[in-house]
Nanobody
Framework: QVQLVESGGGLVQPGGSLRLSCAAS????????MAWYRQAPGEQRNLVAT???????NYVDSVKGRFTISRDNAKNTVYLQMNSLKPEDTAAYVC?????????WGQGTQVTVSS
């Protein structure tokens, strides 16, 4: 079993920054990919950014140039640096890890962008 624990969410003003962390209970280099999703109230969960074991990175268009996904294998942690935050970025951000046909999910961390 794999545990993923997110942290770093909070309330921030528009234009501000936050860094989310996702700490895994096992060696993240063994995962095929890790990702951040987000889910706003009443909406479906949507992919935000992915990073594969080979280092390939992809972002949804709405966060390109503002968000950066990275990983620290030594700490078994994946990060999401979020800059120039907008109110529409408000959501619960959830960490995901893929291992073969298995998907693992964290509990999420709330990000609220509001003045």
């Amino acid at each position: 079993q794999v545990q993923l624990v997110e942290s770093g969410g909070g309330l921030v003003q528009p234009g501000g920054s936050l860094r989310l962390s996702c700490a895994a209970s096992r060696d993240i280099s063994s995962f095929d990919a890790m990702a951040w999703y987000r889910q706003a109230p009443g909406e479906q969960r949507n992919l935000v950014a992915t990073i594969t074991s080979g280092g390939s990175i992809n972002y949804v268009d709405s966060v390109k140039g503002r968000f950066t996904i990275s990983r620290d294998n030594a700490k078994n942690t994946v990060y999401l640096q979020m800059n120039s935050l907008k109110p529409e970025d408000t959501a619960a951000y959830v960490c995901n890890a893929v291992y073969g046909y298995r998907n693992y999910w964290g509990q999420g961390t709330q990000v609220t962008v509001s003045s």
